[in-house]
């Protein structure tokens, strides 16, 4: 070393010149062990087609019933261009000239890190995306992405961009139980990949960086917020003119209101109770974070319960003979919340609305057993056959507290309360009436029971839960006066016959059905309706076993 220099100089130079030595052999050492350790991966999984989930009812029977299982891979040469540059302008805007690493953005986000003191910052590339969704790798910590880098080189020297692009589409999670752009493209807007505009290419790019809160299907606004972002930037890279970015962002986000199956089987569950299904599968995805694919979802539907409703509920109104009638039903298991059956209207194709979970329906008179159990509950003297004497007996205010024990949600018009002045939909009222059932206690319901990976490792298990409403005692003496034959029942007519309803419970489930019309209007014939409503409602809860 010069000699000229001064001797503090040459100190550090000695110093710095050591430290840089060993710093490189750390690298070198750190980077052989990961090296090695992305050998041990199979490169080939890559490319493999993402394992379609499975739906199965609460016997284990399929829900989909003989649902084809034809390949949902696509190559690069199916996708639009304007997807191509959508995907490129969100995620990773150098992905066709980084070595699969963006080195420069990796620094940017580890200061960043280190300054917040936390994994704030990711610096991901399609290329690195892509290793982590194939090998499930989800820890936050250097270990993960230290392997991630080093299995993304192994992926950037084995395929071409092309393939990568590919691969990446055809293994992302897009939200609402869809993995891969074709599933995606087919669930959202009833198309191919290989169809879609610009609008749609864009909110689907939009899904990727929060599955589940910005799919459509659970918030349309945010989608199109994150479709209008997408936009902005294929508009800053220059992919897009002002005039284009414009037309897109003017207009609004549509989905196609079509029926999922296109191709219904016979033995497949109805399209309200596999919508109903979908959108409580889609609200655990997201609360519990769960983006794997290849899952076993056994929901607490009964094939065979919902084809007797669906079959019943048909001939009901072919014998109504009233083509505007609808009718809704429901089955739940009052001992554990679980949904064993439901019909949300006369015809899907025609009415997409689910009546029975989202219906605001005239209670009238079908409030009597809840007035007999709130009297009950407050020492007064029910007088069956006559709520509105029963209720007289009540403060209005504290009836409607005791209606909200028992699941009624809607707000009644107090100084007629026992008449039965609020809505409710089929879910609410069978809740509501298994609550009396149920020695008091009102359940929880669910359409999903448990949720299993590929591998069969539990990610997720109902259980029954349940939440004291009113005394067992008055749970009992009010069952007593709605006693029907083996079990308990209330059929009555709301209102001047606009809301026909029909609850029944016996061992361990409750049904009820509704029947009338959209925009409300008395039911012909309600008298006749109202006997074979009672007799359905009983023989399903009769039929358990």
Not at 37 to 63: C, F, I, M, R, W
Not at 95 to 104: L, T
Not at 486 to 491: L, Q
Request: aromatic share 8%.
């Amino acid at each position: 070393m010069a000699k000229w220099l001064p001797e503090w100089l040459r100190l550090a130079l000695k110093v710095g010149l050591k430290c840089a030595f060993i710093g490189l052999v750390i690298l070198l050492l750190v980077a052989s062990y990961y090296y090695s350790k992305a050998q041990k991966y199979d490169l080939s999984k890559v490319a493999e087609e993402q394992q379609q989930n499975t739906l199965l009812d609460h016997n284990g029977a399929p829900l989909l019933g003989n649902d084809s299982k034809e390949s949902l891979l696509i190559t690069y040469d199916q996708l639009p261009q304007h997807l191509v540059d959508a995907l490129i302008a969100r995620e990773d805007t150098n992905f066709e000239h980084h070595c699969g690493v963006d080195f420069k953005g990796l620094i940017r986000a580890t200061l960043r890190n280190a300054k917040d003191m936390s994994f704030t910052q990711g610096a991901s590339t399609l290329t690195m995306q892509l290793a982590r969704n194939t090998y499930d790798i989800r820890a936050k910590s250097l270990n993960r992405k230290f392997l991630e880098i080093a299995l993304t080189l192994r992926i950037e020297s084995s395929y071409s961009k092309n393939e990568i692009m590919a691969y990446y589409l055809n293994r992302i999670y897009f939200g609402s139980g869809c993995y891969g752009i074709e599933q995606a493209s087919r669930k959202y807007f009833k198309k191919s990949v290989t169809d879609l505009t610009l609008s749609e290419s864009a909110t689907l790019v939009g899904i990727i960086r929060g599955p589940h809160i910005f799919s459509p299907l659970n918030d349309l606004a945010a989608a199109q917020n994150q479709r209008n972002q997408v936009i902005d930037r294929m508009l800053t890279i220059g992919k897009l003119t002002t005039e284009q970015a414009s037309a897109v962002k003017n207009s609004p986000l549509v989905l196609p209101q079509k029926i999922t199956l296109t191709k219904k089987p016979l033995e497949a569950a109805n399209p309200y109770a596999l919508k109903a299904l979908d959108r409580h599968l889609n609200e655990i995805l997201a609360q519990k974070d769960i983006r794997a694919a290849g899952l076993t979802i056994t929901s607490a539907l009964d094939l065979k319960k919902l084809h007797q409703c669906e079959n019943d509920i048909k001939k009901l109104l072919i014998e109504a003979k009233q083509p505007q009638l609808q009718a809704a039903c429901i089955i739940i298991d009052h001992k554990t919340g679980a949904i064993r059956a439901l019909v949300g209207g006369r015809d899907y194709k025609a009415l997409q609305f689910n009546i029975a979970l989202d219906g605001k329906l005239d209670l009238g008179d079908a409030f009597t057993p809840f007035i007999y159990a709130a009297a009950l509950e407050r020492g007064k003297l029910p007088i069956k056959g006559n709520p509105s004497q029963t209720g007289k007996q009540l403060d209005p205010a504290e009836t409607q507290r005791i209606a909200k024990r028992f699941g009624f949600n809607s707000p009644f018009n107090l100084p007629e309360i026992h008449y039965g002045s609020g809505t409710c939909s089929p879910l609410e009222l069978a809740t509501a009436f298994s609550t009396i059932a149920n020695n008091g206690k009102r359940p929880h319901t669910f359409f999903v029971e448990h949720i299993t990976k590929a591998d069969g490792s539990e990610l997720f298990k109902n259980t029954a839960q349940s939440t004291p409403a009113i005394q067992e005692g008055t749970a009992l003496e009010t069952a007593k006066l709605l006693k029907y034959k083996d079990g308990i029942a209330y059929t009555t007519a709301a209102f001047s016959g606009r809301s026909l309803w029909s609850a029944a419970s016996k061992d361990s489930l409750t049904a009820v059905i509704w029947v009338g019309f959209q925009q409300p209007a008395p039911v012909p014939n309600k008298n006749s309706l109202l006997k074979k409503m009672q007799s359905l409602t009983y023989h399903w809860v009769a039929s358990e076993k």
